[in-house]
């Protein structure tokens, strides 16, 4: 079975704070994605990044990093120097690659606040 | 703008009805996703279709049927509505339904009271 574990439920920040969201994933599979969405006041859901479990390098777009351990099946999610549109709900997620698992398996979210 | 469509953006209506939910994918992607958010459950995964064809089933129940069209358009519908249907559904699209990123639509917030 795949699970994902946000332990943050909310966070509180302070504009141009620097935050990282935790995200912990178990699965029994070797080959697998891992997605981060954001859910903004609004609630749609933005992709902001797919990263698969081959790739371990870390990733960086702008004030966004990406931190990917397998070895502690972390994959966690840095906002440097944060701004009130980062303002939303973040939440991690895990798909399986291989054939009759399609669907994404998400974390319960971390609710982000950046106050001005 | 995912390019996703979900119509309507809210509904609201009482315990016993029947809705449809409507999705619209991006072009060129065969397949759409169907989740439900609620406060108590989190986001779930419902069902996916394939062109045309299901593929996948996750925690949807019997009340609730779906189906995609030759268009590719997918359809949600939610019959004997409960008080506990109440919740954010997203449909998603992507490609091929294979390991690429699902793209979300907006949402359609439906209130059963």
């Known amino acids: 079975a795949q699970k994902v574990t946000q332990a943050q439920t909310e966070i509180s920040v302070v504009e141009k704070e620097d935050v990282t969201l935790d995200c912990v994933y178990e699965t029994r599979d070797t080959t697998y994605y891992l997605f981060w969405y954001k859910q903004p006041p609004s609630g749609e859901l933005v992709f902001l990044i797919r990263r698969n479990s081959f790739d371990e390098q870390n990733e960086i777009s702008g004030r966004y990093s990406w931190n990917f351990q397998k070895s502690t099946s972390s994959f966690n999610f840095t906002i440097t120097a944060s701004q009130v549109v980062d303002s939303a709900v973040y939440f991690c997620?895990?798909?399986?690659?291989?054939?009759?698992?399609?669907?994404?398996?998400f974390g319960k979210g971390t609710k982000l606040s950046v106050i001005p | 703008d995912s390019g996703v469509t979900q119509t309507p953006k809210h509904l609201i209506t009482a315990t016993g009805q029947r809705v449809t939910l409507r999705c619209s994918p991006r072009?060129?992607?065969?397949?759409v996703y169907w989740y439900q958010q609620s406060l108590d459950q989190g986001l779930q995964f419902l069902i996916q279709?394939?062109?045309?064809?299901?593929?996948a089933k996750g925690n949807i129940l019997e009340r609730f049927s779906a189906q995609q069209f030759p268009d590719l358009h997918s359809e949600l519908n939610l019959s004997s509505l409960e008080l506990g249907d109440s919740a954010l559904y997203f449909c998603a699209s992507s490609v091929t339904g294979e390991g690429e990123t699902q793209y979300f639509g907006p949402g359609t917030r439906l209130l059963v009271l």
């Open positions: 072009s060129g992607d065969l397949s």
């Open positions: 997620a895990l798909r399986f690659l291989g054939a009759g698992s399609y669907q994404l398996t």
């Open positions: 279709y394939y062109n045309g064809e299901e593929r």
